[in-house]
C-alpha cells in the first residue's frame, strides 16, 4: 500500500511541477507588461530605471554564457557594450562629418576622395543610419571583438584567464579616449551627442520636437520611457528565447562540457578552442546589441560609461543570481539595478525619522548596504540566490 501512497504522491508532484511551467512564465510575461504603468504612478525616473534594468538583463545573459555555461571569467565584458554603442555614436550622429573633416585636414587626398564619396550632406551631417541597421553591425563587431580576445586566451585559465580580460577592457576603454587625434574617431574623453533615437514605422521613440516626450502611435500616447521599455523588452524576449535554447542544444552542452572538465571534452572529442572562441563571440554580441539601444535611449555617450566597474557590476549580477540559470540571472540584474535606487530615496528619509538627522550621505550608505548585502549572500548562498538546478540530483531517491 505505502508504494502505490508515493508513486501517487510523485504523480501528484510531477504533475504540478508541469502546471507550474506552463503558467509562470505567462505570469511573468503579464506582469512585465503592466510593470511600467505601475512604475509609472510613482513617476517615470523609476521607469527609466527599469529601462536600464533591461539594458542591464541583455548585458548580464551574454556574460552568462560566457562565464555561467562555458566558465570562462571575463572581467573586460564591458568593452563588448562599448563597441556596440560607439559604433551607433558613429552612425547615427554627427561624429561621422567629424570623422570626415579630420581625414580630410591630416591626409587632404584620401580625405577629400572620401567626402566626394559619401556626398555633401553626410560630410556636413553625418550618416544617421536607422539603428535597426546598426545593431547588426554593432552584434557582427563585437562578436568579431569576442574572438580577438579569445583567441590569444584559449589556453589561460583561472587567475591568468581573469587578467588579460581586465586588461583587454582597459585596453578598449584608454583607446576609445585617445582616439581624437590625430584622426577624431569618438571625441575622446567629450564622448559623442546628439545620437538619434529609435524610430518603429517613422516615430521617434524620444517623442517628436513640442511634445514632451510623449510618443504619439496609432492614436495613442505614452511616455517615451515607457516606448523604450516596450522596446528593450521585447529584445530582452528574444534574446532569452535564443539563451534557452542554446542552453538545451548540442552546442550549449559542449559549453557545460568545458565548464565542469575541459580536458575531459576534450577527450571526448569536443574542439574545446573552437567551442571557447564562439563563447565568447555569442556573449560579446548580446553586448553590442545593448550597446547600440544604450546610445540610443541615452542620446550621449562618454568613456565613463564603459569603466571596470561596470564590468564589475554585470559580474556581479551573474553571481548574485545563479550562474547558468536564466530565471537567477535575470533576478540578479534586477535586483543589483533595482535596489540601489531604492535605497537612494530611503536611506535619508529613514535616518531623518529615527535619528532627526542624516548621519551618512545616501550615497556612501547605500553601497554600503549593498556591499554588506552581497557579502551575507555569498557566504549563505554561495551558488546565487536562484541557482541552477542539477538534474543529476534526485533528492526523492533514498540513498542505497
Known sequence: MQPLINCVKQRVKQRVKEQVKVHLPLAGIVFALLLPLIAAQFGNAWVRIMDLALLYIMLALGLNIVIGFAGLLDLGYIAFYAVGAYLS????????AVLLASLAEHYPRFGHWLIQLCGPGIAHEGIHLPVWLIVPFSA????????????PTLKLRGDYLTVVTLGFGEIVRILIINLNDPINITDGPKGINMIDPVRLFGVSLHGEAGSHATVYIGGMSMPSVNAYYFLFLALCGAIIFVTVRLQHSRLGRAFVAIREDETAAKAMGINTSQIKLLAFAMGASFAGVAGAMFAAF???ISPESFSLNESVTVLSMVILGGMGHIPGVILGAVLLTGLPEMLRYLVE????????????????LR????GLAMILIMLYRPAGLWPSPRHEDRPHQSPA
Open 349 to 364: 528619509p529613514l535616518q531623518q525619522l529615527l535619528f532627526g538627522q542624516i548621519l551618512i550621505p545616501s550615497e556612501i
Open 140 to 151: 557582427a563587431l563585437a562578436g568579431l571583438f569576442g574572438i580577438l580576445l579569445g583567441a
Open 89 to 96: 555614436g558613429l552612425f547615427a550622429s554627427p561624429q561621422f
Open 298 to 300: 541615452q542620446g550621449y
Open 367 to 370: 553601497q554600503l548596504l549593498m
